[in-house]
Nanobody, 120 residues
Framework: VQLQASGGGLVQPGGSLRLSCVAS????????MGWYRQSPGKQRELVAV???????NYADSVKGRFTISRDNSKNTVYLQMSSLDPEDTAVYYC???????????????WGRGTQVTVSS
């Protein structure tokens, strides 16, 4: 199983970016999908997560600015980021809880990360 994230880059404060993450491989079912971020000297933190039913949850720091969504037919999760602030600068990682077979427990998988830099 692989998670491939894309969409990062350099953006000015107040700008927007959309991240995408596609899961591929021997996938039976995907449960929660989410985004985490890590900036230098800090621990990795949850940004947003969305259940297989489409219910989202957000870190307080991004509520009202970021929107997480998913397309189950494409095994893809998105993160629309708006009103970006330099404090949002970090490597963003996607994560998914994936069942590999009928009756199997879900295992967690990570993508390799995509850099988001917010700077003027």
């Amino acid at each position: 199983v692989q998670l491939q994230a894309s969409g990062g880059g350099l953006v000015q404060p107040g700008g927007s970016l959309r991240l995408s993450c596609v899961a591929s491989g021997n996938i039976f079912y995907i449960r929660d999908m989410g985004w985490y971020r890590q900036s230098p000297g800090k621990q990795r933190e949850l940004v947003a997560v969305i259940t297989d039913g489409g219910s989202p949850n957000y870190a307080d720091s991004v509520k009202g600015r970021f929107t997480i969504s998913r397309d189950n037919s494409k095994n893809t999760v998105y993160l629309q980021m708006s009103s970006l602030d330099p404090e949002d600068t970090a490597v963003y990682y996607c994560h998914a809880e994936i069942r590999l077979a009928v009756g199997a427990h879900a295992s967690g998988f990570w993508g390799r990360g995509t850099q988001v830099t917010v700077s003027s």
